[in-house]
């Protein structure tokens, strides 16, 4: 199971960090990736991190402000968001599947609870 963590309330121009770790196992062999849903809005694409972590992918409009990454014992994948916006306002959640190192696959098999980011203007 995931878990996702770190959300908060931000004023617009600040940061924050998420952090989606395994309960009771380890992240090391999964390809991974973040996912938002705003209110009344579908969910879309953040980022991903293949399982090595050396391949990373982002939505275009996200570029620059966000930066996937994974601890060093692969077991935790975090989400650094800066220079935040309120139209990043949304649930985060984080997405895991079995390795297969392909950034373009966007299907993950098992996901965390989300995390509420709220930013204020």
């Known amino acids: 199971q995931l878990q996702a963590s770190g959300g908060g309330l931000v004023q617009a121009g600040g940061s924050l960090r998420l952090s989606c770790a395994a309960s009771?196992?380890?992240?090391?062999?999964?390809?991974m990736g973040w996912f938002r849903q705003a209110p009344g809005k579908e969910r879309e694409f953040v980022a991903a991190?293949?399982?090595?972590?050396?391949?990373?992918n982002y939505a275009d409009s996200l570029k620059g402000r966000f930066t996937i990454s994974r601890g060093n014992a692969k077991s935790t994948m975090y989400l650094q968001m800066n220079s935040l916006k309120p139209e990043d306002t949304a649930t985060y959640y984080c997405?895991?599947?079995?390795?297969?190192?392909?950034?373009?696959?966007?299907?993950?098999?098992?996901w965390g609870q989300g995390t509420l980011v709220t930013v204020s203007s």
């Open positions: 997405g895991a599947r079995w390795r297969d190192g392909y950034l373009g696959n966007r299907v993950y098999n098992y």
């Open positions: 009771g196992g380890t992240l090391r062999n999964y390809d």
């Open positions: 991190i293949i399982w090595h972590g050396s391949g990373t």
